[in-house]
Every structure is written in C-alpha cells, then in structure tokens.
C-alpha cells in the first residue's frame, strides 16, 4: 500500500463520499492525511478561531460554510487560502437578540465590507453567496460581490439592513445573477427596483424575494414586468403602498410559477383575477392576509390549468361555494385555508374537498 502515490490516493478518495470515512482514511498516516486535506471539496466552520490552525489543509475547497459568527481576518485568511471557492455559505442562525448581547459583552465585530471584499478579490469563481442576517454587509461588500465575481448566480442579502438603491445598482450591471434576495432589506426603494428591470439582469433573474421591502410602491412594483423570465416573486409585507395598480403590473408576468402576495392589504379580486388568466404557468400563490380578496377573485383559478398550491389563510371572505368552484382546478394538489374557519365548513364539505386536494389549516 505504501507505494500508491497522491494521484492513486485521490482516485481512491473519490469513491468516498462518507464524512466519517474520510475521517478514518486521513487519520491513517501523513501521506493520507495530506491527500484528504487536498481533495476535500467542502467544509463546515464550528469554531472560527481555529482557521488558521486547520485550513491550510484544503486549499482545493470549493464549498465553505460558517453559520456562526466570524470576523473579517477569518475571511480575509479564506480569500487567501481557498482561491477556488465557487459556494460561500455565511448565512447566520443566531437570533438578533443574541447579535445584540454578543455587541455589548464581548465587543467582536461580524463579518463586514472588508471581509467579504476580501473573499471577492481573492474568490473570483464564486457562484453562490448566502450573507443572511450579516448586519455589517453593506453597499461596499456588494458591490465588489457583483464587479468581482463574474459567475455569481446566487446572492442572498436577507435582512443586511445596511444594503439600499447604491448595492442594487451594481447588482443590476450583473448579467449572470438568477436568485437575489433582499429580504427586509427595508432602504431599497422604487429607484432599486427600476435598476432591476432596466439593467442586465433583467435578462437573466428568475428569483426575486422583496418581502418587507415596505418602502416600495406601486412605481416600482409595475417595472418588474421588463424583468422577462422572472419565476419566483414574493412580496410579502411590503405594505399598503402596493395597490392593484402593482398587481395588475405583477400579473403581466406570464413566466411566474410562483407568486407570494402575503398582506398586501390593499391588493383586491381585481389583481387575483388577472393573475388568474394571465399568469397560466403559476404553480403556487399565496394570497395570506389580502383581506380585500373574496370569493370572486379565488373562483378565477377554478379554469386554471398549472396552479397545485393555493394559500388562502386570514382570507375571511370566502365561502363555500367559492371553495367548490376552486377545487375543480384539476392541477390544484394543497390548498391552505384559515383555521378560524374551520368550525364554519361542515365537515362533508371538507371531505368533498378532500377529495381533490390536500385540505391544511392555517
């Protein structure tokens, strides 16, 4: 055995797909634990201050993640040791209460600008970036995201409180990002919007997630129709700015396949009865909270052709007719109803609904 050399080792280790494997194959001797370290592809970061003591041995990394706290030199030692990264995985679990305890009792400062420039300049085959709840990630990590990182096709900024209209204009520039989440990104406006459907994106976004944006409008929600191969909407709790004057922009987009309107209060039958006949690739919407929305709009999808998942909870203004007429949709797999109705539906009613799809309560 002694006489396989590295590139024998590594056609071994190709077979291995177990972590635990790998594990008792690099504790074997030094050659071995070399030739795992060189052809490991992808990492999980518990403790962070150990970076520099075990990253060394895998400079071939591909996929690195760290839902923990980690400052700006961890990744700057990153950027400088895996070049090859294409999957940085940053998004944070912790709670904002514990970000807001860690703040005050330790003083370590989360990953910012610098770190994620950084891993921008030295990463430049980056594909997918999760930077969920990192509350230092502003326009300047962003920025460098989207000059940098030509094959960047996955950016999660959820909840980067700090990102706004500057961020978005680099972003739009982009002629290879697919899936963008601005999530509570709650400084981006009308302008941000209008950069999106103008821009080179607009030729490639099939996933766009604006939920809690609540300073949009109708203005910007009716430019998103320029934006021709969008699949995947949510504009979830971005407030009462967006009328049907939006909805009815929303509707002219015949690529969606899945739509989220949760309370958007003043969203009427008018919008769901266009989205209805327009939108006939639509697969899932959710109308959660869309008071103004009645029996009359959800009827609509009783013809549709694709719908399987319709949301209709804290929509109180539905009956049971309405819901017979929609069950006929031959498509429809899971509809959701408010659980507050519940003693209100007879109980043959909703076996006959049963009957054509699964019946959940929310």
């Given amino acids: ?15 291995v797909y177990d972590q635990n494997d790998r594990k008792s194959f690099s504790q074997v001797c030094k050659q071995w634990l070399r030739v795992e370290g060189l052809t490991r592809l992808s990492i999980r970061v518990l403790e962070p201050d150990l970076i520099p003591v075990f990253l060394p041995r895998f400079p071939n990394l591909l996929f690195f993640e760290a839902q923990v706290f980690i400052s700006n030199p961890h990744l700057e030692f990153v950027a400088k040791t895996c070049p090859k990264l294409q999957v940085l995985n940053l998004n944070l679990k912790k709670t904002l209460e514990e970000f807001e305890e860690l703040d005050e009792n ?8 610098d770190g994620i420039s950084a891993l921008a300049n030295g990463c430049p085959n980056l594909s997918k970036v999760l930077l969920r709840k990192r509350k230092n990630v502003a326009n300047f990590a962003v920025i460098s995201l989207a000059k940098l990182c030509r094959n960047l096709t996955t950016l999660d900024l959820g909840r980067c409180n700090l990102v706004d209209d500057r961020a978005v204009e680099a972003i739009g520039c982009s002629n290879s990002i697919r899936v963008l989440n601005f999530e509570a990104c709650s400084l981006i406006t009308d302008h941000g919007l209008a950069v999106l459907a103008t821009g080179y994106i607009s030729k490639t976004l099939k996933k766009l997630v604006l939920a809690e944006c609540d300073r949009i409008t109708d203005s910007g929600v009716s430019m998103l129709k320029h934006i021709c191969c969008l699949e995947e909407l949510n504009l979830a709790e971005c407030g009462p700015k967006i009328t049907d004057s939006g909805g009815l922009a929303v509707s002219s987009l015949s690529s969606l396949k899945k739509l989220n309107l949760g309370w958007l209060i003043n969203l009427s039958d008018v919008t769901v009865i266009a989205i209805a006949n327009n939108c006939v690739k639509l697969v899932s919407i959710d109308l959660t909270g869309c008071e103004l929305v009645t029996g009359v709009g ?21 009956c049971m007719n309405d819901l017979s007429i929609v069950v006929r949709c031959q498509s429809l797999r899971d509809i959701v109803l408010d659980k507050g109705l519940r003693m209100w539906i007879p109980m043959p009613m909703q076996v006959h609904i049963s009957k054509f799809c699964q019946l959940h309560w929310r």
């Fill in 1 to 15: 055995m002694s006489a396989l050399g590295d590139d024998e080792l590594s056609l071994v280790l190709k077979w």
């Fill in 298 to 318: 959800v009827r609509a999808f009783g013809n549709h052709g694709s719908l399987e998942y319709l949301v209709l909870a804290s929509c109180y203004n539905i």
């Fill in 106 to 113: 330790s003083g370590f400062e989360d990953v910012g600008n």
